[in-house]
């Protein structure tokens, strides 16, 4: 028997379906009918990188291909951290980005709050936000074996009481009035219309749905003065990235850019913070 607590969140959640769905909607027909206007080939809503696709393909598929289980170290002010990889999970070892974001986080700014993260992989940055002071930290992965990977890391470092892996789809996992100071998502590099598969979608982001359900609904899911966390790849739309910001009310604040230390990711990468305007 539902309750009227699950059927007020069951509404809610069918409320963002219609309004995300609406929103691509949207923005599809605005940038396609701009290129088609202004006969901009290869432009429009999503852009394709083929080169880069395939490399990061060929990355993806070596980094399932070593022996398991493996392991990655994380350095963070002079400290290693060393955090289990099973197969089947996004591998830091390949996609270097993760290390270098996770040594320029804000820990000192997050300390004693609560943070959010969305696809965290092995765990890795929940781990380390845990290690420095973070209040609580929450995980949603749609991967189980990222889930299970995830939870092998926290009680490593011992750290069940303060940081919790939920299996889910981003906000739909979140519980009634749930909220937090900062909300992290490392979204995917690529643009694509279709994508199969949990480890595809660490890749690649189907309509850039990820992205815009990220930024549009994730300032309902924040503290007062809390922000969201995103690490981009330059190989999106970046104008489409500055019109849904702009659109849902909240600025861009670039905390550092990144050029790519390995042929196999992204020429570069963008770590922001953004924030409602009110």
């Not at 028997?1 to 809610?12: A, P, R, S, V």
């Not at 490593?156 to 940081?163: A, C, F, G, I």
């Amino acid at each position: 028997m539902k309750t009227e607590n699950n059927f007020n969140i069951e509404q809610q959640s069918n409320e963002e379906e219609r309004f995300i769905n609406e929103k691509i909607t949207w923005l599809k027909y605005v940038y396609n009918q701009e290129a088609r206007l202004n006969n901009l080939s290869g432009h429009g809503f999503g852009l394709r990188r083929p080169d880069y696709e395939r490399r990061s393909d060929d990355a993806f598929e070596e980094s399932q291909n070593i022996n398991f289980p493996a392991s990655t170290i994380f350095e963070l002010n002079g400290t290693n951290y060393t955090f289990e990889v099973d197969k089947g999970v996004f591998n830091p070892e390949f996609f270097s980005i993760s290390k270098r974001v996770a040594a320029d986080f804000p820990y000192q700014e997050l300390k004693d709050k609560s943070i959010l993260e969305f696809g965290p992989g092995i765990g890795a940055q929940m781990v380390l936000l845990g290690l420095n002071g973070a209040k609580k930290v929450v995980g949603i992965e749609s991967n189980t074996k990222s889930v299970e990977n995830s939870q092998k890391n926290i009680k490593k470092y011992n750290l069940e009481d303060t940081v919790e892996i939920r299996k889910g789809n981003m906000f739909s996992s979140l519980k009634e009035n749930e909220k937090f100071a900062s909300i992290y998502f490392h979204s995917p590099y690529f643009f694509k219309n279709e994508v199969n598969g949990d480890l595809n979608s660490a890749l690649y982001d189907q309509d850039y749905e990820a992205l815009i359900r990220f930024i549009y609904l994730g300032k309902k899911y924040l503290e007062p003065e809390g922000n969201l966390l995103l690490l981009y790849s330059d190989t999106i739309n970046m104008d489409l990235m500055s019109t849904i910001i702009k659109d849902a009310d909240m600025t861009e604040e670039i905390i550092k850019r990144y050029k790519s230390k390995s042929r196999m990711e992204p020429l570069g990468f963008i770590f922001s913070k953004i924030y409602p305007n009110n």
